[in-house]
């Protein structure tokens, strides 16, 4: 699960999403099971939590933010920033470092390559496809997992759910394929009505496309949290994955990362070259500030 929550997707599916609104009405009134007493079906919760992710999705207000990525050889920090139809990142640190005069380039090359409309077409397309299979998991979430309440105390608004493949679940997408073998815990703000932490193990071995596409591994692991980052506005924070498997019978899949998210601060609409400009303007600023530190 590369993505659980989803940064901005367009699109989508109005018919059902209205039919989805009109039959968990409930859900769009933030606080009122903070207000009342839980469900006595925890699934309920979380269906009505689920649905509220999904009436958000479409928030028009755009974001520049940091992006921090933890690998065993390597970290670096992206400035991010969202754009109408996409967002674009430019890496502005490597391991806590300024790039070098050639990774400098090395990345100034591969941003300008964007002002190309094919190649940003090309660009936004894979992340609409990305945001398109997170929908999917995100949908299926309520179905997919039988729920129960923690058997420990509510912590202010927070409640957390312990979650279990549900049996008589039918994956209706490959994506969906690896909740079969899943396990752990969800914590729902009831206050907001939001998803703040998954946190799931794999119990076993999952085949996708019956072993022939490959599988993941028993013990893989992800954890992903958000929270309101500006105002009522959530996004997610922190994300840790660790799995392994195979990919096309042959091919070994090592996923070892985490990702946190930062500074986030609201922007108006850019276009590429003034995007692009912007994330330059920060390097240099990121730059600056870590060589006078280094003078200090």
């Not at 209706?172 to 394929?177: N, V």
């Not at 600023?285 to 003078?295: D, F, G, K, P, T």
Request: proline share 6%.
């Amino acid at each position: 699960m590369l993505n659980l929550f989803l940064r901005r997707p367009r699109g989508g599916n109005p018919q059902c999403l209205l039919a989805l609104v009109l039959l968990f009405a409930f859900a769009s009134s933030p606080g009122l099971f903070a207000q009342t007493q839980l469900p006595q079906n925890p699934n309920d919760l979380l269906r009505s939590a689920v649905q509220n992710e999904l009436k958000h999705q479409n928030d028009a207000q755009l974001y520049s933010f940091r992006q921090r990525t933890e690998k065993p050889k390597e970290t670096t920090v992206k400035q991010m920033v969202e754009l109408p139809d996409g967002v674009v990142g430019r890496i502005i640190l490597i391991n806590d470092k300024p790039l070098t005069p050639q990774q400098e380039r090395n990345e100034d090359s591969r941003v300008n390559r964007l002002l190309d409309p094919q190649q940003w077409r090309d660009k936004v397309k894979e992340q609409k496809e990305d945001e398109q299979r997170t929908t999917r998991m995100v949908q299926a979430l309520p179905d997919a997992f039988i729920y129960t309440y923690a058997q420990t105390p509510k912590s202010g608004s927070l409640v957390t759910l312990n979650f279990k493949p549900n049996p008589n679940f039918d994956p209706p997408s490959r994506e969906t394929l690896v909740f079969q073998g899943m396990e752990g815990t969800v914590v729902v703000d009831t206050a907001a009505m939001r998803l703040a932490k998954v946190d799931g193990t794999m119990m076993r071995d999952v085949n996708i496309g019956w072993g022939i596409l490959g599988h993941l591994d028993r013990g893989g692991h992800f954890y992903v949290e958000q929270a309101p980052v500006d105002g009522d506005h959530w996004d997610m924070v922190k994300m840790k994955l660790d799995f392994t498997g195979k990919a096309l019978i042959f091919k070994t899949i090592r996923i070892k990362q985490t990702q946190t998210l930062s500074d986030f601060h609201r922007v108006e609409k850019m276009k590429m070259p003034e995007a692009i400009a912007y994330l330059k303007k920060t390097a240099t600023s990121v730059e600056n500030a870590a060589n006078a530190s280094v003078h200090q």
